[in-house]
Each structure stands twice: as structure tokens, then as C-alpha cells.
């Protein structure tokens, strides 16, 4: 059975940074794409950021520069850090990948920013 368990979420002030943690069981973790999504309240869910198997990655445009996401194949992790955070980054963040045709969710991490 695939898990993708989310970390590291919180309350930050706007110009702030967090790291969130995705850790991944029952799947061989190195091959999948991952990615990382979020939904705001009354708003549809959005790709934030994918990094293939091979370590290739791309962006929504309006976290280009300031967010990263990565990978660590030998713990079974993806990372997203964010950085120069703005009140409209507020979001519940899910870790996504595709088994076959379908789509598994992490249970999302609560990410507020503001003052």
C-alpha cells in the first residue's frame, strides 16, 4: 500500500521560510515523479512543483525563485523548501505521485502566512 505522509507545515510571517517533508512507503520511491500541490479555502488544487526520477523539476510561475523542490531517493523523501513566503502562499500542501493511472494524496500540511 502507498503513504505519503507530509511534515513540516506551521505559521510563518510573510519573508519567512519553511521546509516541508513528503516520506513515501510502498512504492521503489526512486523511479516515480513527485509532486508537491496545494489548495487555498474556495479555491481549485494547483501544482506547486514536480521533480521527475531523474531529478529534472519545474514550477508554477508564482513560485518560480523562491520555492525548491528536491528529492533524497535513499530515505524515500521529497522536500519543498519555500522561501520569501507571501500571505497569498497560504495553502493546505499535498504530496502527489501517479501509481499506474491513479493518484495518491499525502493528508496535506497547513501552511499560513501572515502577520
Known amino acids: 500500500q502507498v503513504q505519503l505522509v507530509e511534515s513540516g507545515g506551521g505559521l510563518v510571517q510573510p519573508g519567512g521560510s519553511l521546509r516541508l517533508s513528503c516520506a513515501a512507503s510502498?512504492?521503489?520511491?526512486?523511479?516515480?515523479?513527485m509532486g508537491w500541490y496545494r489548495q487555498a479555502p474556495g479555491k481549485q488544487r494547483e501544482l506547486v512543483a514536480g521533480i521527475r526520477s531523474g531529478g529534472s523539476t519545474n514550477y508554477a510561475d508564482s513560485v518560480k525563485g523562491r520555492f525548491t523542490i528536491s528529492r533524497d531517493n535513499a530515505k524515500n523523501t521529497v522536500y519543498l523548501q519555500m522561501n520569501s513566503l507571501k500571505p497569498e502562499d497560504t495553502a493546505v500542501y499535498y504530496c502527489?505521485?501517479?501509481?499506474?493511472?491513479?493518484?495518491?494524496w499525502g493528508q496535506g500540511t497547513q501552511v499560513t502566512v501572515s502577520s
Open positions: 502527489n505521485t501517479k501509481v499506474a493511472v491513479n493518484d495518491v
Open positions: 510502498g512504492i521503489i520511491f526512486n523511479i516515480y515523479t
